[in-house]
Structures are given as C-alpha cells and as structure tokens.
C-alpha cells in the first residue's frame, strides 16, 4: 500500500467496504446461477413486503436470463474485488 494510502484511514476502510460488497456480489451471482428459482423466489418474498405481486410471464425465460444477470454479477464483482486489492 501506497503511503498516500496511509495517510488516509477513510479511504482504506471505504475500499474495505468496496471488498465486502464485491464479496457479497460474487455470492448472490453464484446463488442466481445455481440455484434461478432460488433466487427468483427470494426476489418475490422481498416485493410481498412492499405489497407487490411479481411472477414471470414465462419462467424457462426468467431462469435463462437470472442465470446469465448472476454471471454478469459475479464477474462484475470480482472485478470490483480485484481492483480494490490491486491499487
């Protein structure tokens, strides 16, 4: 680490937050590639709080495309991870 870094202990935690999110992001990805309808009724249980009823219109779909947004997700956030170790 940089003594610039050093200097500045709010930024070192705010990349240690940026590390936990990234950490968070690669677990809920891998949740949504692995387990779509896992997730897909994780995101219905949360809208039931605000009184909302979401159901897929055509669910082969919506596994497809939570599996690939969980990917997308996943690399994103490893990505995040990866820079916030590195710099």
Do not use: H
């Amino acid at each position: 680490m940089t003594a610039f870094l050093q200097d500045l202990p709010w930024l070192f935690l705010f990349r240690i937050t940026l590390i936990f999110l990234a950490i968070k992001g690669i677990l809920i990805g891998l949740l949504s590639f692995f387990m779509p309808s896992y997730s897909i009724a994780l995101y219905q249980w949360i809208m039931r709080f605000c009184n909302w009823r979401v159901e897929p219109i055509d669910s082969a779909k919506e596994i497809n495309s939570t599996r690939f947004l969980g990917i997308v997700l996943s690399v994103l956030s490893f990505v995040i991870g990866y820079l916030m170790l590195r710099f």
